[in-house]
């Protein structure tokens, strides 16, 4: 099977999984760069998976169904582009001889999902949509503090080797935040410069992984000493205890510059 991530807009991707004739995507904002990319790679499009319901993830969906006769799956408590297969909890989605099982993980979107893949050619993979990203995590639209960290919870309680799909190139400008929360974390140091390097050479960051990102994202190290002492600088009226850091973390993410 081959991943890979196609860019749409300034800084989203849309990934591919294929087999080198049938492709599944996940969360096309737009149809024609992907359909393009289908076309060069002469692959078919056999399934479109969804997230959650912002528009940089479903503006395609109704363009490429039209046009490939893809088979459409969403979460089962969102404004979706009709029609399409629900999905909720526990479900398995079965794609490309693969079973996907579903995870909700509400916070950024009170119905987003996630799609966990226990095995690709030896490795579990993620589509995660904007829950997690690579330093960082997705901004409460529609959930509250503990909804996100629950959610985020159960991506860090996946297998380390997990392979994490974000829908954003959003790694450098996190990378920026968690430094300052944990400017003595010497992993994140060194992340940061691969990071930089890659991007300098147009090279997208993702996929991460969960081991990485529970060394290296403060959206998952609420529990830890160093992390839970910058929030409480921070904002000294934090309530204790990992979520009281948590919401000050993202409260303060959403100020930093
Ligand atoms: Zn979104
Ligand atoms: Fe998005």
């Known amino acids: 099977m081959t991943l890979f991530p196609v860019p749409a807009f300034s800084d989203n991707y849309i990934w591919v999984l294929h087999d080198g004739q049938r492709a599944l995507v996940v969360d096309p904002g737009e149809a024609s760069g992907v359909m393009a990319w289908l076309a060069q790679h002469r692959l078919t ?8 319901h912002h528009a ?8 490429l169904r039209d046009a490939t006769g893809a088979r459409v799956i969403g979460p089962a408590h969102e404004p979706m582009p009709e029609p399409l297969e629900r999905v909720g909890a526990g479900e398995v989605v079965k794609a490309l001889g693969l079973n996907f099982e ?6 950024h979107t009170s119905g987003h999902i996630a799609y966990f893949c226990a095995e690709v050619d030896g490795a579990p ?3 995660c949509g904007d829950t997690l990203f690579s330093a960082g995590c997705g901004r409460l639209f529609e959930g509250t503090p ?17 392979r994490v799909c974000c829908t954003h190139e959003y790694t450098l400008s996190n990378l920026r935040f968690a430094r300052a929360v944990e400017p003595g974390n010497a992993e994140l140091s060194a992340y940061a410069e691969r990071c930089q390097r890659l991007r300098e ?6 996929p991460s ?18 992390v839970e002492q910058s929030a409480r600088a921070h904002d000294p009226h934090s309530s204790p205890g990992p979520l009281g850091v948590f919401t000050a973390l993202r409260a303060w993410k959403n100020t930093y510059q």
């Not at 940089?56 to 363009?63: C, I, R, Y």
């Not at 579903?102 to 916070?107: C, D, F, H, L, Y």
């Not at 050479?201 to 993702?206: A, D, E, F, G, H």
């Open 45 to 52: 499009l056999d399934t479109i998976l969804i997230t959650h």
């Open 56 to 63: 940089d993830h479903v503006g395609g969906v109704a363009a």
């Open 102 to 107: 579903v995870i909700e993980v509400p916070g």
């Open 125 to 127: 993979l993620l589509f």
């Open 146 to 162: 503990a909804q996100m960290l629950d959610s985020l919870s159960r991506l860090a309680a996946l297998p380390g080797t997990t």
């Open 201 to 206: 050479r147009n090279l997208p960051t993702l």
């Open 209 to 226: 992984s969960i081991e990485l990102e529970k060394q290296i994202n403060p959206f998952l190290r609420a529990h830890v000493p160093a």
